[in-house]
Protein backbone atom coordinates (compact mmCIF):
# COMPACT_ATOMS: atom_id res chain seq x y z
CA UNK A 1 0.00 0.00 0.00
CA UNK A 2 2.45 2.66 -1.37
CA UNK A 3 1.33 6.28 -0.58
CA UNK A 4 3.29 7.88 -3.32
CA UNK A 5 0.51 7.61 -6.11
CA UNK A 6 -0.33 11.44 -7.05
CA UNK A 7 -4.11 11.23 -5.31
CA UNK A 8 -2.77 10.53 -2.15
CA UNK A 9 -2.62 12.77 0.52
CA UNK A 10 -1.24 12.57 3.77
CA UNK A 11 -2.62 14.60 7.05
CA UNK A 12 -0.62 15.36 9.60
CA UNK A 13 -3.37 16.10 12.24
CA UNK A 14 -2.38 18.84 15.23
CA UNK A 15 1.21 17.73 16.06
CA UNK A 16 1.22 21.11 18.31
CA UNK A 17 2.63 21.71 21.70
CA UNK A 18 -0.52 21.55 23.82
CA UNK A 19 -0.82 17.64 22.94
CA UNK A 20 2.79 17.35 23.60
CA UNK A 21 3.98 15.46 27.65
CA UNK A 22 3.81 18.92 29.54
CA UNK A 23 1.86 20.82 27.37
CA UNK A 24 -1.94 21.52 28.59
CA UNK A 25 -4.08 18.81 26.63
CA UNK A 26 -0.89 16.23 27.07
CA UNK A 27 -1.17 13.45 25.08
CA UNK A 28 1.00 10.46 26.46
CA UNK A 29 3.40 9.93 23.78
CA UNK A 30 2.37 12.55 21.40
CA UNK A 31 5.84 13.54 20.64
CA UNK A 32 7.20 10.26 19.88
CA UNK A 33 5.37 11.27 16.87
CA UNK A 34 6.99 14.18 15.22
CA UNK A 35 9.83 12.04 14.07
CA UNK A 36 7.66 9.38 12.36
CA UNK A 37 5.32 11.88 10.54
CA UNK A 38 8.43 13.09 9.32
CA UNK A 39 9.21 9.96 7.60
CA UNK A 40 6.37 9.12 6.59
CA UNK A 41 6.20 12.05 5.33
CA UNK A 42 8.72 11.87 2.81
CA UNK A 43 6.60 9.59 0.94
CA UNK A 44 3.94 11.49 0.02
CA UNK A 45 3.94 14.02 -2.82
CA UNK A 46 1.03 15.48 -1.36
CA UNK A 47 0.79 16.58 2.77
CA UNK A 48 -2.06 19.10 4.55
CA UNK A 49 -1.23 19.65 8.51
CA UNK A 50 -3.87 20.31 10.78
CA UNK A 51 -3.73 23.03 13.44
CA UNK A 52 -6.33 22.88 16.50
CA UNK A 53 -6.83 26.63 16.52
CA UNK A 54 -9.31 28.20 19.30
CA UNK A 55 -10.32 31.73 20.47
CA UNK A 56 -9.50 32.20 24.47
CA UNK A 57 -12.94 31.24 26.12
CA UNK A 58 -13.83 28.34 23.64
CA UNK A 59 -16.85 26.65 24.05
CA UNK A 60 -14.95 23.17 24.53
CA UNK A 61 -13.19 24.52 27.59
CA UNK A 62 -14.02 23.45 30.94
CA UNK A 63 -13.09 26.99 32.17
CA UNK A 64 -15.88 28.23 29.87
CA UNK A 65 -18.45 26.19 32.07
CA UNK A 66 -19.30 27.22 35.67
CA UNK A 67 -18.95 23.73 38.21
CA UNK A 68 -17.72 21.96 35.07
CA UNK A 69 -14.70 19.92 34.99
CA UNK A 70 -12.10 18.75 32.64
CA UNK A 71 -13.04 15.64 30.71
CA UNK A 72 -17.05 15.44 31.54
CA UNK A 73 -19.43 15.00 29.07
CA UNK A 74 -22.34 17.79 28.29
CA UNK A 75 -24.86 18.34 25.94
CA UNK A 76 -24.30 21.37 23.67
CA UNK A 77 -26.63 23.11 21.05
CA UNK A 78 -25.68 20.84 18.53
CA UNK A 79 -25.18 17.72 20.74
CA UNK A 80 -22.59 16.02 23.06
CA UNK A 81 -19.41 17.75 23.86
CA UNK A 82 -16.47 16.60 25.93
CA UNK A 83 -15.18 19.58 28.11
CA UNK A 84 -11.53 20.07 27.54
CA UNK A 85 -8.92 22.05 29.37
CA UNK A 86 -7.82 25.16 27.89
CA UNK A 87 -5.47 24.49 24.83
CA UNK A 88 -4.66 25.46 21.51
CA UNK A 89 -5.92 29.15 22.25
CA UNK A 90 -4.82 31.02 18.82
CA UNK A 91 -1.41 32.59 19.27
CA UNK A 92 0.08 30.96 21.95
CA UNK A 93 2.94 28.76 22.18
CA UNK A 94 0.75 25.56 23.11
CA UNK A 95 -0.99 26.13 19.34
CA UNK A 96 2.24 26.18 17.50
CA UNK A 97 3.44 23.33 15.39
CA UNK A 98 5.98 21.29 17.24
CA UNK A 99 9.05 22.61 15.91
CA UNK A 100 10.64 19.65 15.32
CA UNK A 101 8.34 19.05 12.56
CA UNK A 102 10.30 18.91 8.88
CA UNK A 103 8.00 18.87 6.54
CA UNK A 104 8.62 21.48 4.35
CA UNK A 105 6.81 20.14 1.39
CA UNK A 106 3.75 20.45 3.15
CA UNK A 107 1.66 22.78 0.82
CA UNK A 108 -1.83 23.66 3.21
CA UNK A 109 -1.68 24.31 7.08
CA UNK A 110 -5.80 23.25 8.47
CA UNK A 111 -6.65 25.29 11.17
CA UNK A 112 -10.10 24.33 12.71
CA UNK A 113 -12.10 25.02 15.76
CA UNK A 114 -12.11 28.62 15.57
CA UNK A 115 -15.56 29.20 15.95
CA UNK A 116 -16.28 30.47 19.18
CA UNK A 117 -19.24 28.91 19.70
CA UNK A 118 -18.17 25.22 17.45
CA UNK A 119 -15.81 22.52 18.53
CA UNK A 120 -14.11 20.60 15.35
CA UNK A 121 -12.14 17.74 16.25
CA UNK A 122 -12.35 16.44 12.43
CA UNK A 123 -10.43 18.07 9.44
CA UNK A 124 -13.60 18.36 7.65
CA UNK A 125 -16.52 19.17 9.19
CA UNK A 126 -17.12 21.12 12.19
CA UNK A 127 -19.20 19.29 15.56
CA UNK A 128 -22.26 20.85 14.32
CA UNK A 129 -22.25 18.34 11.56
CA UNK A 130 -22.94 21.04 9.25
CA UNK A 131 -20.29 23.22 8.80
CA UNK A 132 -17.38 22.28 6.27
CA UNK A 133 -13.61 23.81 6.69
CA UNK A 134 -13.17 23.17 2.95
CA UNK A 135 -11.03 20.24 3.12
CA UNK A 136 -13.00 17.94 0.74
CA UNK A 137 -13.25 20.40 -1.80
CA UNK A 138 -9.36 21.35 -1.70
CA UNK A 139 -8.49 17.54 -1.52
CA UNK A 140 -11.38 16.91 -4.56
CA UNK A 141 -10.26 19.69 -6.91
CA UNK A 142 -6.47 18.25 -6.61
CA UNK A 143 -7.65 15.09 -7.51
CA UNK A 144 -6.78 13.45 -4.28
CA UNK A 145 -9.04 9.84 -3.43
CA UNK A 146 -6.90 8.61 -0.76
CA UNK A 147 -6.12 10.48 2.70
CA UNK A 148 -3.60 8.61 4.72
CA UNK A 149 -3.95 10.14 8.62
CA UNK A 150 -0.72 10.62 11.65
CA UNK A 151 -0.90 12.53 14.43
CA UNK A 152 -2.74 13.60 17.52
CA UNK A 153 -4.82 12.22 19.20
CA UNK A 154 -6.34 8.73 17.45
CA UNK A 155 -9.29 8.72 18.74
CA UNK A 156 -10.61 12.40 18.59
CA UNK A 157 -9.18 14.45 16.06
CA UNK A 158 -7.41 11.49 13.86
CA UNK A 159 -10.75 9.45 14.01
CA UNK A 160 -13.34 12.19 13.43
CA UNK A 161 -11.05 13.19 10.45
CA UNK A 162 -10.90 9.30 9.39
CA UNK A 163 -14.57 8.98 9.44
CA UNK A 164 -15.12 12.36 7.45
CA UNK A 165 -13.44 11.43 5.00
CA UNK A 166 -14.79 8.44 4.60
CA UNK A 167 -18.23 10.04 4.39
CA UNK A 168 -16.74 12.92 1.88
CA UNK A 169 -15.87 9.76 -0.64
CA UNK A 170 -12.17 9.40 -0.02
CA UNK A 171 -10.23 6.13 1.05
CA UNK A 172 -8.64 6.46 4.26
CA UNK A 173 -6.25 4.92 5.77
CA UNK A 174 -5.14 5.25 9.67
CA UNK A 175 -1.13 4.77 10.19
CA UNK A 176 -1.76 3.48 13.51
CA UNK A 177 2.15 3.38 15.31
CA UNK A 178 2.28 7.29 13.86
CA UNK A 179 -0.92 8.14 16.04
CA UNK A 180 -1.38 8.61 19.87
CA UNK A 181 -4.52 8.56 21.97
CA UNK A 182 -6.06 10.65 24.67
CA UNK A 183 -8.53 7.14 25.53
CA UNK A 184 -11.04 9.17 28.26
CA UNK A 185 -14.06 7.14 29.14
CA UNK A 186 -13.31 4.11 26.30
CA UNK A 187 -12.94 6.54 23.48
CA UNK A 188 -10.61 4.65 21.65
CA UNK A 189 -11.73 1.37 21.44
CA UNK A 190 -14.66 3.43 20.61
CA UNK A 191 -13.38 5.20 17.88
CA UNK A 192 -11.54 2.04 15.94
CA UNK A 193 -15.04 0.44 16.26
CA UNK A 194 -16.44 2.98 14.54
CA UNK A 195 -13.51 3.23 11.93
CA UNK A 196 -13.77 0.05 10.98
CA UNK A 197 -17.43 -0.26 10.44
CA UNK A 198 -16.77 3.27 8.46
CA UNK A 199 -14.84 1.06 6.31
CA UNK A 200 -11.13 3.24 7.24
CA UNK A 201 -8.38 0.83 6.73
CA UNK A 202 -5.28 0.89 9.13
CA UNK A 203 -1.64 0.30 8.24
CA UNK A 204 1.78 0.66 9.83
CA UNK A 205 4.48 3.04 9.17
CA UNK A 206 6.97 0.24 8.42
CA UNK A 207 4.35 -0.95 5.36
CA UNK A 208 4.06 2.33 3.50
C1 LIG B 1 -8.18 17.24 20.05
C2 LIG B 1 -9.47 17.29 21.93
C3 LIG B 1 -9.69 18.64 21.77
C4 LIG B 1 -7.32 16.44 19.11
C5 LIG B 1 -8.38 18.59 19.87
O1 LIG B 1 -6.44 17.01 18.42
O2 LIG B 1 -7.53 15.21 19.07
N1 LIG B 1 -8.73 16.60 21.08
N2 LIG B 1 -9.13 19.28 20.74
ZN1 LIG C 1 -9.35 21.38 20.56
Not at 4 to 32: I, K
Not at 127 to 140: E, F, S, V
Request: aromatic share 8%; hydrophobic share 45%.
Amino acid sequence: MPGTAASDALLVVDLQYDFMPGGALAVAGGDEVVAIANRVARGFANVVLTQDWHPAGHISFASRHAGRRPFEAVTLEYGAQILWPDHCVQGTRGAELHRGLDIPHAQLVLRKGYHAHTDSYSAFVEADRRTPTGLAGYLRERGIGRVFLVGLATDFCVAWSALDARAAGFAAVVIEDACRAIDTGGSLAAAWREMASAGVRRTESSRL
